[in-house]
């Protein structure tokens, strides 16, 4: 003999959260079945939320307009902080000093989080320059980190014009 899943009860213990705002997750708790039967039960009831909003699209539009031109563009901020925009070549032999290299306990926002080695293996740790102000990177793995995808597949030393 077969259990129903969605007993009369069920149903209406499913309506009566759903119309009190609970999220699927919690209906599913309360009902004793998956969230995602939860959510397929909803659909075929055709059930939809009121969404009460507090504030209108119109009036975030301008707040994030502000915070947008208060902070400078990435790029802007590499070019201003870098000592020379010149392309850099991403050759893979290029060799960070042991001295330099940080282990992931190490890093602070001070120190270059670019990753060196595979993660999990006993030579992996990250580069340890100097990062610029407000990124990640040192200057040198910034240019690579925030370098357009066209310059990233263009080999060095060839322009196009």
């Known amino acids: 003999m077969t259990q129903e899943t969605w007993t009369t009860n069920r149903v209406d213990t499913l309506k009566s959260c759903f119309e009190a705002g609970m999220s699927m997750r919690e209906i599913a708790v309360r009902i004793g079945v998956s969230r995602n039967a939860v959510i397929g039960k909803v659909n075929r009831l055709k059930l939809k939320r009121i969404k009460v909003r507090s504030r209108s699209v119109d ?11 208060k902070s400078p563009p990435i790029a802007s ?13 991403l050759e893979e032999n290029f060799v960070i000093p042991q001295s ?6 190490e890093l602070t926002e001070a120190i270059c989080h670019w990753p060196i080695g595979t993660p999990g293996t006993d030579d992996f740790c990250f580069c340890g320059g100097h990062a610029l102000t407000g990124l990640p990177y040192c200057a040198r793995h910034s240019r690579l980190a925030y370098m357009p995808a066209a310059d990233r597949r263009r080999p060095s030393g060839v322009s196009h014009h």
Not at 77 to 89: C, D, K, L, R, V
């Open 100 to 105: 330099k290299r940080v282990s992931l306990f």
């Open 59 to 69: 009036e975030r539009r301008p707040r994030l307009r502000r915070r947008l031109l």
């Open 77 to 89: 901020t590499i070019i201003e902080q870098t000592p020379t925009t010149e392309p850099i070549a």
